[in-house]
């Protein structure tokens, strides 16, 4: 069986939870303006939430993912509520070393209570493969996580535009200004938002968990890929953050086939700096912020 | 010294700000624009400026064709402006201010250094009469200030055309005339100008020639008093029922 | 006469650095010397984010291109020290100008992010070429007996180095600020649109300004890979070391000549008292420590001694939502 066809079977699936991963961070930067470096340890957050529950309750990965998202959505909401919130209109910089000083603080508190270790929830039915025609694998664990992720990816979309909350979001997203003199209170909408994006981080992370091994020290490549994916699929553009993270996934699996080592990081890289010097609003999006200068 | 646009035009998207605007500035003389919000009066300074490409046409600067330069070649090529909604720089005193424009805006290296500079800043502060503001935070000026610290940052580039952007919005009626005699003198040292403005009496007061602009085309231009007589001006602004009524007042003379 | 007293005091601070280490156990001295080479980092880092305004995030990279730089044309060339640092240094800056034509077209998150993807680009290549790099095994300059290109210059060598290196970055940053330069710098932070209407060549300024914090960045990495004398690209390209240099410059107060050196100095020694007291957990401190001055003093501290507004509460209430 063609092993770049393997490959990009892998990528796909695996794209599909990269993209879970961005749709969060992606909805964060594009209503809020935050780039929230600590993303990445929110997802290995939701990785340790889903490993204690099925320590002490044996409670399946994927069912996980609730207790996970919960938890993931309560921290999101404080955080924002009362720390990020106290910085946002002070220059961009303060909120990215703000985001980062929480997640030297989140992964090293992982690190001194779990360990470095790699973990990993084994399940009987996630290692188990699919065949299909050609000698294809398609492992049951990961085609679940990647349904999961499509399916959470088109609930939130349906969350923006048809619920008054979503629509609040969006409009104090647009001009915080108007939306506030509307009577739509900022600080909460703006708590609400992170606390999704911290949901759904925790929700990948429950998924992570199940399909394959975590450790604290992933978080840092959890918040790059986010970014990758974010800007390859338009910021603010949920569906795009989800194909960013496709294609993301995409490169990397075939990448990996092709590249030596561990060099296909490199290439994931120099893709984002090429996308941002040509096309800052991504390939599918507009972008919600001007990021160029004009002239 | 003469600055000539050509068949100027801007699309964005499916909006077209600009079509085929044709214009021409001579030393000493004022052109004056107008036309309704929206009609694509800063968009035509932005182009003449470099700040925007245009989609189609040419700028001319003493038969230069600088369609599209950067915008500090087209400020060291002697074309200054001044920004609608006004863009000092807050963390700088005023002096400062204008001593960038000193220092950067004739393109020839910076020989003199800072201290030389000060001084051609200072005498330019006096020129617009803000000497006595030199060290203030632009964000403590009037308005009027303000406005002449954007004029003093034009000024200090020793431009041979000035592009202005409404700069006597917000300004009480009383300060509109001094404003006025101010642009007078750039106009008799022999600057090539060119106003956009609402004020209309002021176009009306110091214009050799105005230009309407509608919806990014030219509407009609000519002197003051024809144009602003002309019925489609009227309508522009003000709807078609006003200008009918002004045919019929046209015969009692205006002051 | 009112001119020449900043430099005089630089230059005394200089005298003071010299007479320090003469009352310095070793220990102590390569605290001390971390802590130069943090001066030096953050006023480097200066330049581009404090006066300019565009805060790069992938600094690190430059201090890791001119680490392995030097490595590098140390071990295969066989060149001495005093001529790998300029080498580092030029090839830092170069590299620099080139990914700067790019990226200095974008702003806020968006250069922040692309010069962090660009360091750890560098990072993943520079891992990938264990021919020439040594990878991730790591590479080790030579430093005793007739291979040894330039013999190791000792911990008073490398003390006096970090602190020429660090008056050097402070010296450039001040001539900067004090000259023309420094007008056009500060007036494409303010209003870069401005600024190119009134004559800058913004692109020119800024290009400059990036490739020369570059270059000075990647000389002091030449000065600690020669230091570290084995280097493995996790520490010459770690994200924390850009995290470090952005916090002090703008807890010291960005923008300044003397908010860099504050900062470096008092971050760097809580970070190495902690290092030192707290085995254990002390990132996790440190983490929070970040967290709470960034929020308490968000203008950095030579902004908060200056504007004589001394309530720590009303920095919240003006940046809070």
């Avoid at chain 1, 925790?202 to 990758?228: M, N």
């Avoid at chain 2, 646009?5 to 700000?17: D, V, W």
């Avoid at chain 2, 046409?57 to 064709?65: A, K, P």
Wanted: include cysteine; charged fraction near 10%; hydrophobic fraction near 55%.
């Amino acid at each position: 069986m063609s092993p770049l066809l393997q490959a990009t079977v892998y990528g796909l699936l695996q794209g599909c939870m990269f993209g879970l991963v961005a749709v969060g961070f992606s909805l964060v930067w594009g209503v809020m303006n935050i780039v929230n470096l600590a993303h990445g340890a929110f997802v290995v957050l939701g990785a340790y939430v889903a490993f204690e529950v099925h320590r002490l309750l044996g409670l399946d990965p994927f069912l996980g993912m609730v207790p996970a998202a919960l938890a993931l959505f309560v921290l999101g909401y404080a955080v924002q509520r009362y720390l990020i919130n106290l910085v946002v209109n002070a220059p961009i910089f303060i909120t990215l070393l703000l985001t980062f000083g929480l997640q030297l603080l989140l992964v090293n508190g992982l690190i001194l209570g779990f360990t470095a270790d790699y973990r990993s929830i084994p399940t009987a039915y996630a290692a188990r493969s699919l065949v299909l025609p050609g000698d294809l694998r398609v492992p049951l664990g990961r085609l679940l996580a990647a349904a999961v992720a499509v399916g959470l990816t088109i609930a939130l979309g349906y969350l923006m535009r048809r619920t008054r909350t979503g629509m609040a979001i969006l409009a104090t997203g647009m001009d915080r200004g108007a939306a506030r003199l509307m009577g739509i209170k900022a600080r909460h909408v703006y708590a609400l938002t992170f606390g999704i994006a911290a949901a759904l981080a925790g929700a990948a992370g429950a998924a992570v968990a199940g399909v394959s091994t975590f450790s604290p020290a992933d978080a840092g490549r959890f918040t790059l890929f986010s970014f990758v994916a974010a800007v390859l699929g338009g910021l603010g553009n949920t569906a795009g953050a989800l194909l960013g993270g496709v294609v993301l996934g995409l490169a990397e699996g075939i990448g990996g086939q092709l590249l030596p080592g561990t060099l296909v990081n490199a290439v994931a890289f120099a893709v984002l700096v090429v996308v941002l010097a040509i096309r800052p609003q991504g390939i599918a999006g507009r972008a919600f912020y001007a990021a160029r200068v004009e002239t | 010294m003469t600055l000539s646009a050509r068949n100027l035009s801007r699309r964005f998207g499916g909006l077209t700000a600009l079509a085929g605007v044709d214009l021409d500035l001579a030393p000493g003389r004022l052109l004056g624009v107008i036309g309704p919000n929206g009609a694509g009066k800063s968009t035509l300074i932005n182009l003449l400026t470099g700040h925007v490409k245009p989609t189609t046409g040419r700028v001319l600067v003493d038969g230069r064709d600088l369609t599209g330069a950067r915008p500090w070649r087209i400020a060291h090529a002697g074309v200054a402006r001044t920004f609608q909604i006004v863009k000092p720089f807050r963390g700088m005193t005023v002096v400062d201010n204008v001593i960038v424009a000193v220092l950067f805006g004739t393109g020839q290296a910076v020989r003199a250094g800072t201290r030389a500079a000060r001084q051609s800043a200072l005498e330019v502060l006096d020129r617009v009469g803000l000497a006595d503001r030199a060290g203030a935070n632009p964000a403590e000026l009037s308005v009027a200030d303000a406005h002449r610290l954007e004029l003093a940052k034009a000024l200090a580039l020793r431009p041979r055309v000035l592009l202005l952007d409404e700069v006597l919005a917000g300004l009480r009626p009383a300060e509109i005339g001094p404003a006025l005699a101010l642009i007078d003198r750039l106009r008799a040292d022999g600057l090539a100008l060119l106003m956009v403005e609402h004020v209309v009496r002021a176009i009306a007061a110091v214009s050799d020639e105005v230009l309407v602009l509608h919806h990014g085309e030219v509407l009609t231009r000519g002197t003051a008093g024809d144009v602003l007589a002309d019925e489609r001006v009227i309508a522009a602004y003000l709807g078609a029922r006003y200008a009918a009524r002004s045919r019929a007042a046209s015969e009692v003379p205006h002051e | 006469m009112r001119r020449l007293m900043p430099w005089a005091a630089g230059l005394l601070a200089l005298v003071a650095g010299f007479v320090l280490q003469t009352q310095l156990y070793t220990g102590q001295e390569r605290t001390v010397s971390t802590i130069l080479m943090f001066v030096g980092l953050a006023a480097a880092w200066n330049l581009i984010g404090g006066y300019t305004g565009y805060a790069s995030f992938g600094q690190v990279g430059f201090f890791g291109l001119g680490g392995y730089t030097t490595v590098v044309v140390m071990v295969h060339a066989h060149l001495s020290f005093w001529l790998a640092l300029p080498v580092a240094a030029v090839v830092a800056g170069v590299f620099a100008a080139a990914v700067g034509w790019p990226l200095l077209r974008l702003r806020g998150h968006y250069f922040a992010v692309a010069t962090l993807g660009v360091a750890e680009g560098l990072r993943e290549v520079v891992t990938n070429l264990p021919g020439v790099t040594g990878g991730g095994a790591g590479i080790t300059i030579p430093t005793v007996g007739p291979a040894a290109p330039t013999p190791w210059l000792g911990n008073d060598g490398f003390y006096v180095l970090f602190l020429l290196l660090a008056a050097g970055v402070v010296g450039v940053a001040a001539l900067i600020a004090t000259t023309p330069a420094g007008y056009a710098l500060r007036a494409i932070h303010q209003d870069e649109e401005a600024a190119g209407a009134m004559g800058v060549n913004t692109t020119v300024a800024k290009t400059l300004a990036f490739a020369v914090s570059a270059a000075l960045t990647g000389a002091i990495g030449a000065a600690y890979a020669f230091q570290q004398v084995t280097i493995f690209p996790e520490r010459l390209f770690d994200v924390d070391i850009t995290v470090l240099m952005v916090v002090m410059v703008v807890l010291g107060g960005s923008g300044t000549v003397a908010g860099p050196i504050l900062g470096a100095v008092a971050v760097g020694a809580a970070s190495e008292w902690l290092r030192q007291h707290l085995a254990v957990g002390h990132t996790l401190v440190l983490g929070a420590l970040i967290i709470l001055a960034v929020i308490l003093l968000p203008q950095g501290f030579t902004s908060y001694v200056s504007s004589r507004q001394y309530s720590l509460l009303e920095n919240v209430r003006r940046y809070r939502l």
